[in-house]
C-alpha cells in the first residue's frame, strides 16, 4: 500500500537530517529527538546498500559546504532517483563467398555468419553538485566472425575480441566525473547514455577517474563513433591507428583531465595496459601504462558548427620488436612471448568533422603509429585514412532515419609486412604468408530505418578489397543487420 504524503515526507526529512549528521553519536540523538517530537514514530536509519552513497556524499558536503546537501531533498532525490538510460543491440553479419587460394590461424573464412547481442544499463547519480557516479552493467553474448579475426579493420564494432555462447553479466563502466564551478558563459548540457543534464561553464576543468572506454574521452568523433547507430567498422568508429589502452573487451582504468577554455580543450589521460598484448586482464600496478595527450577545438561556420581534435598516445609496455620476431636462418617467425621487452610506442592521429547544411556531416580521420613494435591492445594499422559522410533525414518523411558513406585505407609498416609474410600472428590476422602485401581498403554504408522514436533497424554494407593486406585473397562483401533499442 503506498504510503501517505506526509508520512514520505516525514520520512524524507528523517532521512536526510541523519545524513547531515557529523557521526553516530549525533546521529542517535537526532533520532531520539525526533521520536519524542513526534510521538515515538518509527526512525529507519538509512540502509547499508546507501553507505557508499552517503560516504560519497559526506565528501561532498566538505568540499562544498552545506549545499551539498540540503533540507529540500533535491539532491538526495537526485541519488535515490538515478538518471537511468538502457540499450538493447543485436547484430547479424555474414561474409560472400570470395578468392581464398590459401587460410591460416587468423584468417577471414568466406560464407559464414555470426551474430552478436549486448543489453547495457547506464545508471547515473549525482553525489554532490557537480560530481556525478555512473555505473553500467551489460549483458553480452555472441562471437564476431571467426571469433573476430580475419580483418585488420574488423567490420563490427558490436563484437568483442572475447566471445561467448552464453549470456554474461559484466561491468563496462563505474566511474566519477568532477565539473569544476569555471567561469565564462553559462553552457547547458544535454543528458546522455553517461551523462546527467546541467548548467555548465565555458571555462573549467573535468575530472573524470574509474573504469571506462579511453574513447569515451579522447577520439570521441560525433558523427562515426558509434556502433550501435551508426558505422560498425572498427577503423571508423574510430581511428584505426589509435592502439588505445584496453583489456580484450575493449575497457581500462585510469583517469582524465581537461581544461575546456571557450572554444577549445585540452586533455591528459593516464590508463592500464593489459598485462601482456590483447588479453582479458590489466597489468597490476599500472607498470605498463599509456599516456595521452589531446587538444580540441570547435568552430562555428555560417551557423555550420565543426570540431577537429589531435591526440597523441604512448603506449609503454612488454612489447617485442617485430625484426627479432623472425628466425634468420630459417626466416619464420618465432613466439613473441620470449622477446618481449618493455619500449615505447607512438601514435598520432586527426580528427575533423563539419555540418555541411541542416542534415547533413562530413568526417575525416587519419593517424600513424609506429610499426616496429606488435600492436598492443587494438589491431594491426600502423596508418590510416578515412573519409565520409553521414545524412540526418534522407528523406522528407523520414526525419528519425539517418544514413552514412565511408571510404577507408589501413596500411602496415615493412617490418610487419616481414612479419606476416613469415607465417607471423597479430592481433586479428595473420594467413600464415603474405607474398602479395597490398593495404586493406573499405567502403562502407548504411541505412539506418526509425521503427519506432527508440528502435532502429539497420542494413549496414561493407566491402574490402584487399582483406588482412593479402592481395591473393577477397576481395569480401560482409553484409550485416542490426536492431537497436535505446531509452
Same mark, same amino acid.
Given at each position: 500500500?503506498?504510503?501517505p504524503p506526509? @508520512?514520505?515526507?516525514?520520512?524524507?526529512?528523517?532521512t536526510i537530517?541523519l545524513?547531515?549528521?557529523?557521526?553516530?553519536?549525533?546521529?542517535?540523538?537526532?533520532v531520539?529527538?525526533?521520536?519524542?517530537?513526534?510521538?515515538?514514530a518509527s526512525?529507519?536509519?538509512?540502509?547499508?546498500?546507501?553507505?557508499v552513497?552517503?560516504?560519497?556524499?559526506?565528501?561532498?558536503r566538505?568540499?562544498y559546504?552545506d549545499?551539498?546537501t540540503?533540507l !529540500?531533498?533535491?539532491l538526495i532525490?537526485?541519488?535515490?532517483?538515478?538518471d537511468v538510460h538502457?540499450q538493447?543491440?543485436?547484430?547479424?553479419?555474414e561474409?560472400?563467398n570470395?578468392?581464398?587460394?590459401?587460410?591460416?590461424?587468423?584468417?577471414l573464412?568466406?560464407?559464414?555468419?555470426?551474430?552478436t547481442f !549486448?543489453?547495457?544499463?547506464?545508471l547515473? +547519480? @549525482?553525489?554532490?553538485?557537480?560530481l556525478?557516479?555512473?555505473?553500467?552493467p551489460?549483458?553480452d553474448?555472441?562471437f564476431?566472425l571467426?571469433?573476430?579475426?580475419?580483418l585488420?579493420?574488423?567490420p563490427?564494432?558490436e563484437?568483442?575480441?572475447?566471445?561467448?555462447?552464453?549470456?554474461?553479466?559484466?561491468?563496462?563502466?563505474?566511474?566519477?566525473r568532477?565539473?569544476?564551478?569555471?567561469?565564462?558563459d !553559462?553552457?547547458?548540457?544535454?543528458?546522455? +547514455?553517461?551523462?546527467i543534464?546541467?548548467?555548465?561553464?565555458?571555462?573549467?576543468?573535468?575530472?573524470t577517474?574509474?573504469?571506462?572506454?579511453?574513447v569515451?574521452?579522447?577520439?570521441?568523433a560525433?558523427y562515426a563513433?558509434d556502433?550501435?547507430?551508426d558505422f560498425l567498422?572498427?577503423s571508423?568508429?574510430?581511428?584505426?591507428?589509435f !592502439?588505445?589502452?584496453?583489456d580484450?573487451?575493449?575497457?581500462?582504468?585510469?583517469?582524465?583531465?581537461?581544461?575546456?577554455?571557450?572554444?577549445?580543450?585540452g586533455r591528459?589521460?593516464?590508463f592500464?595496459?593489459?598485462n601482456?598484448p590483447n588479453s582479458e586482464?590489466?597489468?597490476?600496478?599500472f607498470?605498463?601504462?599509456?599516456a595521452?595527450?589531446?587538444?580540441?577545438?570547435?568552430?562555428? @561556420?555560417?551557423?555550420?558548427?565543426?570540431?577537429?581534435?589531435?591526440t597523441?598516445?604512448?603506449?609503454?609496455?612488454?612489447?617485442?620488436?617485430?625484426?627479432d620476431?623472425?628466425?634468420?636462418?630459417?626466416?619464420?617467425?618465432v613466439?613473441?612471448?620470449?622477446?618481449?621487452?618493455?619500449?615505447?610506442?607512438l601514435?598520432?592521429?586527426?580528427?575533423?568533422?563539419? @555540418?555541411?547544411?541542416?542534415?547533413?556531416n562530413?568526417f575525416l580521420?587519419?593517424?600513424k603509429a609506429d610499426?616496429?613494435?606488435?600492436a598492443?591492445?587494438?589491431?594491426?594499422?600502423?596508418?590510416?585514412?578515412?573519409?565520409g559522410?553521414q545524412q540526418n533525414?534522407?528523406?522528407?518523411n523520414?526525419?528519425d532515419?539517418?544514413m552514412?558513406l565511408t571510404?577507408?585505407r589501413?596500411a602496415?609498416s615493412?617490418?610487419?609486412?616481414?612479419?606476416?609474410?613469415?607465417g607471423?600472428l597479430?592481433i586479428?590476422?595473420?594467413d600464415?604468408?603474405?607474398?602479395?602485401p597490398?593495404?586493406?581498403?573499405?567502403?562502407?554504408?548504411?541505412?539506418?530505418y526509425?521503427?519506432s522514436?527508440?528502435?532502429w533497424?539497420?542494413?549496414?554494407?561493407?566491402?574490402?578489397?584487399n582483406?588482412?593486406y593479402?592481395?591473393d585473397?577477397?576481395?569480401v562483401?560482409?553484409g550485416a543487420?542490426?536492431?537497436?533499442?535505446?531509452?
Open positions: 500500500m503506498a504510503q506526509t @508520512t514520505r515526507r516525514f520520512r524524507r526529512t528523517v537530517a545524513l547531515q549528521c557529523d557521526d553516530k553519536n549525533n546521529a542517535d540523538r537526532l531520539r529527538q525526533i521520536q519524542h517530537q513526534n510521538g515515538n526512525v529507519r536509519r538509512p540502509s547499508w546498500g546507501l553507505a552513497l552517503i560516504g560519497l556524499l559526506s565528501v561532498g566538505v568540499a559546504g549545499d551539498a540540503t !529540500d531533498g533535491s532525490d537526485r541519488v535515490m532517483h538515478p538502457g538493447a543491440t543485436y547484430t547479424e553479419q561474409t560472400s570470395f578468392k581464398s587460394p590459401y587460410s591460416g590461424a587468423n584468417s573464412s568466406p560464407d559464414k555468419g555470426q551474430q !549486448d543489453a547495457t544499463l547506464s547515473g +547519480f @549525482t553525489l554532490a553538485p557537480r556525478e557516479l555512473w555505473l553500467a551489460e549483458l553474448q555472441g564476431g571467426d571469433n573476430t579475426l580475419g585488420a579493420g574488423f563490427s564494432g563484437a568483442y575480441k572475447v566471445g561467448s555462447h552464453t549470456p554474461r553479466l559484466r561491468s563496462t563502466r563505474a566511474l566519477l568532477f565539473n569544476s564551478a569555471g567561469d565564462g !553559462d553552457l547547458n548540457i544535454e543528458e546522455g +547514455f553517461t551523462q543534464a546541467q548548467t555548465v561553464k565555458s571555462n573549467r576543468w573535468i575530472l577517474i574509474g573504469k571506462m572506454s579511453v569515451d574521452v579522447f577520439d570521441n560525433q563513433h556502433p550501435r547507430n567498422n572498427w571508423v568508429i574510430d581511428t584505426g591507428s !592502439d588505445y589502452a584496453a580484450a573487451y575493449g575497457y581500462s582504468v585510469g583517469a582524465t583531465l581537461e581544461r575546456v577554455q571557450g572554444d577549445v580543450t591528459v589521460g593516464f592500464d595496459l593489459s601482456v586482464h590489466l597489468e597490476p600496478g607498470k605498463e601504462w599509456e595521452l595527450l589531446e587538444t580540441e577545438w570547435r568552430f562555428d @561556420t555560417s551557423e555550420r558548427p565543426g570540431r577537429g581534435f589531435i597523441v598516445y604512448a603506449n609503454h609496455g612488454n612489447m617485442a620488436k617485430l625484426t620476431l623472425i628466425d634468420p636462418a630459417s626466416h619464420t617467425a613466439d613473441p612471448v620470449g622477446h618481449r621487452q618493455f619500449a615505447t610506442r601514435g598520432a592521429s586527426i580528427n575533423v568533422e563539419k @555540418t555541411l547544411s541542416s542534415s547533413l562530413v580521420k587519419a593517424g610499426g616496429r613494435y606488435e598492443y591492445e587494438f589491431t594491426e594499422i600502423d596508418s590510416t585514412l578515412a573519409i559522410l533525414a534522407p528523406f522528407a523520414r526525419h532515419d539517418h552514412g571510404l577507408v589501413n602496415i615493412a617490418e610487419r609486412i616481414q612479419y606476416l609474410a613469415a607471423g597479430g586479428l590476422i595473420g600464415g604468408q603474405l607474398p602479395h597490398g593495404p586493406e581498403c573499405l567502403a562502407e554504408w548504411f541505412y539506418s526509425a521503427l522514436k527508440s528502435w533497424l539497420t542494413v549496414d554494407v561493407q566491402h574490402i578489397v582483406p588482412a593479402n592481395r585473397r577477397g576481395p562483401t560482409v543487420l542490426r536492431l537497436h533499442g535505446q531509452f
